[in-house]
């Protein structure tokens, strides 16, 4: 069994006991500990189940690479699934469940699969998911379903709130062990600004777990003084608990920093994200362990010789009373050692290596321990938890040479270089032979903006393995003068070790675990191979290997060795898969942090967006301005209100908040000729004191954004353009005069928000101007299409006659401060005339009913003036303007192009929005042919009857045809040709 | 995420302050102009695998539109420009020369 022991433990605080549950089952434990080591102490070994066949999985590692030990952690708002139990800290009260499993961890259905595991190999999905099709509903999807996905999603809003930030250095060091702390201190002492990042909470790396001593001090003193030193230092900042995810293009880093994980509710931020800027970026990540592949590897308790070591020094936990120690390398003795100094027992030392002479194993022989040389396991015994090992021949087949009783497997093969970050942003690694591993090339870093590598890695992560090569490597980055010295052994040599034993057959090829978590087996990738998968990226998906959520960093190298073993081929000429950040997996909410809620994106709000708020408004979203899309009364619906609105305005008076219209300033010698380029019309010869209506095209010649531009005077045109399109519009404008006409003296600026503009529209319009009193607005002085500066009511205005309804309509822009009350005054002195504020649907239908387009509805890109019949908005006369040359093209020309016209259902009924009218036959692909389709279609309550307006081939040339519609439920709506002008055709209402 | 150094403000942006505007010294082919050369100029680009010039603007920054040599498959940056010139200054495309031998040189 697992327990805790009664000394040792140099990560816990054994004067601050916890409590924590697993599955309902409360578990003590002491402040330091991991949920990992807190339930290892308590004897519980198997933490779940794997994601195929459902096997039994135990705890394998004691850091970021754990593949197995995920948990749901919290509850309700605080509830988070897929919770790494080797790298969350336990705090008091943690409630803790175990996932992937029905109806329960001990009991599991699914693990019927594993009895069929020899159906299930490699690729099994994609062979067995073609076919038969009926088989999908019924076979396939509810399996998938089952089966898919770890973990189940958070059910309740998210309680904590998270943070981003940012930070420049010269030098960010990822890993505070003994190379990171070496290489930051040469850093800051050379006077750069230097951030050290340091994903666990305390620093020292595996130096303080292996206790040699560097410059005659111990690890744990050394680093502590290295730490002090640093935090002394203004040009340093040290943060722990703070995990590097991810490097991007020209040293950005980000960092995800664990503030409040451990003390759940203090009202600190949960996370802080870090985006980092810096020069250069030292990588001291360290390696990780790697497994060996012999059948039963996965069997809970079988677990990485490092791992072992690291319970029993850091946490002071006993894994079990007897340990096999299986190792193809000398740094697996340490583990043996630390067992053995905690009072344990270590059966034997299981090394593949035919001769082991090194000074690690001799300390462990001269401790009485049995050292097999040349030997490996057969198989391992056990169940839900290891019972016994088989000793073989490594070099045989796995014929059974003794039996070893023992309640854990500490296994080693070797170590490899953490080169996540390194190769996240194009730096590349070189296969080295001698020492069996992919390592960063330092003559092939990633590169930043400068062209210079940005990136280099240190210490382990740099291949250097043994104490002193690691501090040699660390010290030379920055360092002159001598580096610290250690009085760690020598090792020897390990020796790659790809299967155990060599000679393994087929049976027992089939129980060795490469990637625990997605269960696949040495035999899976010996299957993709010899079904043609050669490439390791192919293979990674057919099997998927290094897929779960550990994303392969203990089971990579293996899976590539087997690979190219059975493609007969170097390592090397493997390669490896694709690193990609994250590192390790960040919360979504971390990722969101604050731009969550109301403040998700900036909301744009008019000066009157209070007042729309306290009458019944119903927003609609344009662009990220919210307008009134109509105003409710009590108990109204909102067809009715809409209804409502359009009647009113048509017989009384409405008022419309037009704020959000693009209002750009185009102003010096040069506007008009400027002007006369950026509009399909001429705009120079607009008199002062006119409007004009206007359409832009891009270069291609189609139709990009209306409005109506006027002329505030000789040298300055006031251009309006769509509520969405201002910002894009003025960026039109200036790329045109930066980049392409930058000799023309032409100014402008977006004055969109500093006005108020509010549409005064109805046959009483002109009544409650002249009752507000003030500036001439009669039709004789301020006709339709005009434009005066002036006083009403008080208020400074530009009163603009132009009309977007056909009815007589002024709009008024006053600045924006005094929009909101311009806008109650006019409700005030509007009482009198029936006045009613009216909302965008109101606008839509008051448009359509004319026959006026909408950008974005009657164009989608692809369509021209042209096309829209608006041939009178395009100068003949003009030698260019943008878009013209596009427009000349022959398709543009054609006369099969669909055109603009009114469509009028027979039975009066609304036709589908975006519905197409078919023509007869079918196409290249079997479906209908088209000959049209509608833009704009509304229920006019003018006219009592659904209004259209649509494309259609030939349009205006078939007037009085009935087109069919087809619509959901089979239902075909039939719809005539019709002129597109719903509403007063002659004009006289607008210019009345 | 890239950054760039604005010629005009002077600002050393990150990504998210700029917008893409594409490949760099385009001529522009009004009416008259043939479909093939209106063909070129609206859509062939060069697309190379190294030195590209091209347009930004610092949108939220100082609004100005700027240059940018830059390689598209290292990602170095060669140097950033005004946008009122026809083509990248001599002593830019001497540097540029100096980083990629190889380089064929701005046509
Ligand atoms: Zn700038």
């Avoid at chain 1, 992937?100 to 961890?105: C, E, G």
């Avoid at chain 1, 009991?107 to 994609?126: E, T, V």
């Avoid at chain 1, 502590?224 to 020209?250: E, F, K, Q």
């Avoid at chain 1, 009458?615 to 909102?638: D, I, S």
Wanted: hydrophobic share 40%; net charge neutral; with cysteine.
């Amino acid at each position: 069994m697992s327990t805790r022991l009664a000394r040792g433990g140099r990560l816990i605080d054994r004067s601050k006991p916890i409590t924590i549950s697993f599955n309902g089952r409360r578990m003590p434990a002491f402040l330091g500990d991991t949920l990992a080591s807190a339930v290892l102490a308590n004897d519980q070994m198997m933490v779940g189940r794997s994601f195929k066949y459902h096997r039994p999985r135990g705890i394998m590692a004691s850091g970021a690479e754990e593949p197995n030990a995920l948990v749901g952690l919290g509850a309700g708002p605080r509830f988070e699934p897929n919770q790494r139990m080797t790298t969350t800290e336990a705090f008091d009260g943690a409630e803790t469940a175990s996932q992937n499993h029905w109806p329960s961890l001990e009991f599991d259905i699914g693990a019927i699969n594993n009895k069929f595991s020899r159906f299930l190999p490699g690729g099994f999905y994609y062979k067995t998911f073609m076919w038969p099709r009926s088989f999908w509903k019924n076979v396939y999807e509810p399996f998938i379903r089952q089966s898919a996905g770890l973990g189940k999603v958070p059910t309740d809003r998210d309680a904590d709130r998270y943070e981003q930030a940012y930070a420049y250095a010269d030098v960010v060091v990822v890993g505070a062990g003994i190379a990171g702390l070496t290489a930051a201190l040469g850093a800051a002492r050379s006077g750069k600004r230097v951030i050290v990042l340091e994903m666990t909470p305390a620093c020292g790396g595996r130096a303080v777990v292996d206790g040699f001593a560097i410059d005659g001090q111990p690890a744990e003193g050394w680093v502590a003084a290295a730490v002090d030193t640093l935090r002394g230092m203004d040009n340093v900042t040290l943060m722990t608990r703070t995990m590097a995810t991810g490097l991007y293009d020209h040293g950005y880093l980000m960092a995800a920093q664990r503030i409040a994980d451990h003390t759940p509710g203090d009202g600190r931020p949960k996370q802080r994200l870090w985006r980092i800027r810096t020069a250069e970026v030292i990588t001291a990540t360290g390696a990780i362990e790697r497994p060996l592949s012999f059948a039963g590897n996965d069997i809970p308790g079988v677990m990485l010789a490092a791992a072992v070591r690291d319970y029993a020094v850091n946490y002071g936990i006993s894994i079990g009373d007897r340990t096999v120690i299986v190792t193809n390398n000398d740094d697996a003795y340490r583990t043996a050692l630390a067992l053995l100094d905690a009072g344990l027992t270590v059966p034997a030392v299981i090394d593949a290596r035919p001769t082991v002479t090194g000074a690690l194993p001799q300390a462990v022989r001269d401790r009485g321990v049995r050292v097999l040389e040349g030997r490996g396991i057969a198989k391992v015994h056990g169940g839900k938890r290891v019972t016994g090992v088989e000793v073989c021949v490594q070099a045989g087949e796995g014929a059974m040479i003794e039996e070893l009783g023992c309640d854990c497997v500490a296994m080693s093969g070797g170590w490899s270089p953490v080169v996540h970050l390194w190769s996240h942003c194009g730096g590349k690694l070189l296969w080295d032979e001698a020492r069996a591993m992919f390592r960063p090339d330092a003559n092939r870093p990633p590169l930043g903006a400068d062209g210079r590598g940005m990136v280099r890695a240190v210490g382990a992560a740099n291949g250097m393995l043994t104490p002193d090569e690691v501090l040699t490597d660390a010290h030379a980055a920055f360092g002159d003068g001598t580096a610290p010295q250690t009085n760690a052994p020598d090792e020897a040599r390990m020796e790659p070790v790809w299967i155990m034993p060599q000679g393994a057959g087929p049976k027992l090829r089939a129980k060795m675990w490469l990637d625990p978590q997605n269960d696949v087996k040495v035999s899976d990738v010996q299957l993709a191979a010899r079904e043609g998968y050669e490439s390791v990226e192919h293979t990674k998906r057919y099997t998927t290997l290094g897929m779960a959520t550990d994303q392969g960093k203990i089971s990579n190298i293996n899976g590539l060795a087997v690979l190219s073993d059975a493609l007969h081929q170097q390592i090397p000429a493997t390669g490896t898969t694709t690193f990609r950040p994250p590192y390790t997996p960040l919360t979504l909410g971390t990722i969101a942090a604050e731009a969550r809620g109301e403040i998700f994106q900036p909301l744009r709000r008019t000066p009157i967006h209070e007042w729309h708020e306290a009458h019944g408004v119903e927003w609609e979203p344009v662009g990220l301005w919210r307008r009134p899309f109509c105003y409710k009364r009590a108990g109204e619906t909102t067809h009715a209100a809409v209804n409502r609105e359009v009647r009113n305005t048509r017989t009384n008076l409405g008022l419309l908040d037009a704020s959000t219209l693009g209002k750009i300033l185009v102003k010096g010698p040069d506007a008009g000729k400027f002007l006369d380029m950026l509009y399909t019309g001429v705009m120079s010869t607009l008199p002062v004191g006119k409007c004009r209506y206007g359409l832009m095209c891009n270069e291609q010649g189609f139709l990009s954004d209306d409005g109506v531009v006027v002329r505030l005077s000789e040298d300055s045109w006031l251009c309006h353009t769509t509520s969405g399109g201002a910002d894009r519009i003025h960026g039109w404008m200036e790329d045109w005069l930066q980049c392409e006409w930058w000799d023309w003296k032409v100014y402008t600026a977006n004055l969109t928000e500093q006005f108020a503009q509010i549409a005064v529209v109805g046959p009483n319009a002109r009544k409650v101007l002249e009752k507000l009193g003030g500036m001439d607005v009669s039709k004789a002085t301020l006709p339709f299409m005009t434009f005066a500066e002036g006083q009403l009511g008080g208020f400074n205005a530009r009163v603009f006659r132009i009309s977007f309804s056909g009815e007589l309509s002024y709009e008024i822009a006053v600045p924006a401060s005094e929009g909101r009350a311009f806008w109650e005054k006019l409700i005030e002195a509007g009482q009198e005339f029936g006045v009613m504020p009216y909302g965008t649907e109101c606008l839509h239908i008051l448009r359509a009913e004319k026959g006026f387009i909408m950008i974005g509805d009657e164009t989608d890109g692809t369509v021209i003036p042209q096309d829209l019949n608006m041939a009178w908005a395009i100068s003949k006369k003009k030698p260019d303007y943008l878009g013209k040359r596009g427009q000349e093209r022959s398709f543009l020309a054609s006369p099969d192009r669909w055109k603009l016209v009114g469509l009028e259902t027979l039975d009066g009924s609304v036709l589908p929005e975006g519905a197409y009218a078919v023509a007869p036959g079918v196409n290249a692909n079997g479906q209908r042919n088209v000959q049209g389709r509608v833009t704009s279609t509304y229920f006019s309550p003018t006219l009592n009857r659904g209004i259209a307006m649509g494309l259609v081939k030939h349009g205006p040339d078939r007037m009085g045809e009935v087109l069919d519609f087809p619509g959901d439920g089979g239902k075909v709506h039939q719809a005539r040709i019709v002129d597109q002008v719903f509403y007063d055709k002659e004009g006289a209402k607008n210019d009345a | 995420m890239l950054i760039l150094e604005c010629p005009c403000c002077g600002v050393k942006a990150e990504e998210t302050e700029l917008a893409p505007g594409g490949e760099a010294h385009l001529k522009r082919y009004g009416p008259g102009s043939s479909d093939e050369d209106f063909d070129n100029y609206m859509f062939a680009r060069a697309n190379p695998k190294g030195v590209h010039f091209e347009r930004w603007r610092h949108a939220y920054g100082c609004g100005k539109w700027f240059l940018a040599a830059r390689c598209t498959a290292t990602l170095e940056v060669f140097g950033t420009y005004p946008a009122q010139t026809t083509e990248p200054p001599a002593e830019l495309q001497a540097y540029i020369k100096s980083r990629r031998p190889e380089w064929e040189g701005y046509k």
